[in-house]
């Protein structure tokens, strides 16, 4: 069955502080990755999609990249209004069915 | 404003209550999504239409319905409540069908409390 884990579950930076969040994959038929941010009692908002290893894309303070196997979310000098939870999932399925990840929380101090 | 919109935000109600949930999409969106989400929980997939049509269906109970209509707006029945189906419900929408990597625009959604 498809299967995405995040890592880490929890993340707690100080401002200014980058770090990396990670979503890895066992997706048959796997091509690319949706990130998405939610704040607290909120709708995911979508971030990036990610087709091909290799690519790249950028928003602010937030870098994904996609590998064969995993994708990575950077975040550079963080402020506190980037503390949410970040989700990422699957573009294409064969059942059709949008898979998320548990997803990491982030939380930035000042 | 992902230009989803879902009513009621809120919803009080009791055990073995029904209750109905809607969805608009996206202006020129085909498919519809709806997740459940509780308290600290990940997204619950449940079902999804593309066009009227059920595509798709999650973990949903058979307790719970829903339906996309001509127009393109979808409502999830949920009956026999328990106090276990408290959770935050989104909608979500995309231009096109599932699984084919359109990207998913979700809604404020709709919390419900089960009393």
């Known amino acids: 069955e498809d299967q995405v884990t995040q890592s880490p579950e929890a993340l707690r930076l100080q401002e200014g502080e980058s770090s990396s969040l990670n979503c890895s994959y066992t997706v048959s038929g796997l091509r690319g990755l949706f990130w998405y941010r939610q704040d607290p009692g909120k709708g995911p908002e979508f971030l990036f999609t990610l087709y091909s290893a290799g690519e790249e894309k950028e928003k602010e303070r937030l870098k994904a990249t996609l590998t064969k196997k995993e994708s990575f979310l950077h975040i550079t000098a963080p402020k506190p209004e980037d503390s949410a939870t970040y989700l990422c999932?699957?573009?294409?399925?064969?059942?059709?069915?949008?898979?998320f990840g548990q997803g990491t929380t982030l939380q930035v101090k000042p | 404003d992902s230009g989803v919109t879902q009513t009621p935000k809120h919803l009080i109600t009791a055990t073995g209550q029904r209750v109905t949930l809607r969805c608009s999409p996206r202006?020129?969106?085909?498919?519809v999504y709806w997740y459940q989400q509780s308290l600290d929980q990940g997204l619950q997939f449940l079902i999804q239409?593309?066009?009227?049509?059920?595509?798709a269906k999650g973990n949903i109970l058979e307790r719970f319905s829903a339906q996309q209509f001509p127009d393109l707006h979808s409502e999830l029945n949920l009956s026999s409540l328990e106090l276990g189906d408290s959770a935050l419900y989104f909608c979500?929408?995309?231009?096109?069908?599932?699984?084919?990597?359109?990207?998913?625009?979700f809604g404020p959604g709709t919390r419900l409390t089960v009393t």
């Open positions: 979500a929408s995309s231009v096109g069908p599932p699984g084919q990597g359109y990207e998913q625009y």
């Open positions: 239409y593309y066009n009227g049509e059920e595509r």
């Open positions: 999932a699957p573009p294409y399925s064969n059942t059709g069915k949008l898979i």
């Open positions: 202006s020129g969106d085909l498919s």
